[in-house]
Nanobody, 123 residues
Framework: QVQLVESGGGTVQAGGSLRLSCVAS????????MGWFRQAPGEEREFVAAVTSGRSDNYASAVKGRFTISRDNAKNTLYLQMNSLKPEDAAVYYC?????????????????WGQGTQVTVSS
């Protein structure tokens, strides 16, 4: 059974940093792309960042230059380093495993999802 478990969320002041982790179990995802999405209350789930199996990355314009996505295939773990956090970054953050050939910036491009971790940014 495939399972993705996110951790590392919490409350941080604006300008601070957090590192999210997503541990995958039940399958090796080293040959798959993976991504991070976020969803604020009343909003649709939106793309944050993605990394291919070859470690090429893409970012939403809102987070580019502040967030860094990375992966450790030996640990089957995906990371999201978030720096210079802003109140508008507050959301539940989800990791996901991409569908091969799927659209990396859309939720339809992913087939497995974690349960999410809450990030709160105080101003």
């Amino acid at each position: 059974q495939v399972q993705l478990v996110e951790s590392g969320g919490g409350t941080v002041q604006a300008g601070g940093s957090l590192r999210l982790s997503c541990v995958a179990s039940g399958h090796s995802f080293s040959s798959y792309g993976m991504g991070w999405f976020r969803q604020a209350p009343g909003e649709e789930r939106e793309f944050v960042a993605a990394v291919t199996s070859g470690r090429s990355d893409n970012y939403a314009s809102a987070v580019k230059g502040r967030f860094t996505i990375s992966r450790d295939n030996a640990k089957n773990t995906l990371y999201l380093q978030m720096n210079s956090l802003k109140p508008e970054d507050a959301a539940v953050y989800y990791c996901a495993v991409a569908i091969t050939g799927g659209t990396y910036y859309a939720t339809r491009g992913y087939k497995y999802w974690g349960q999410g971790t809450q990030v709160t940014v105080s101003s």
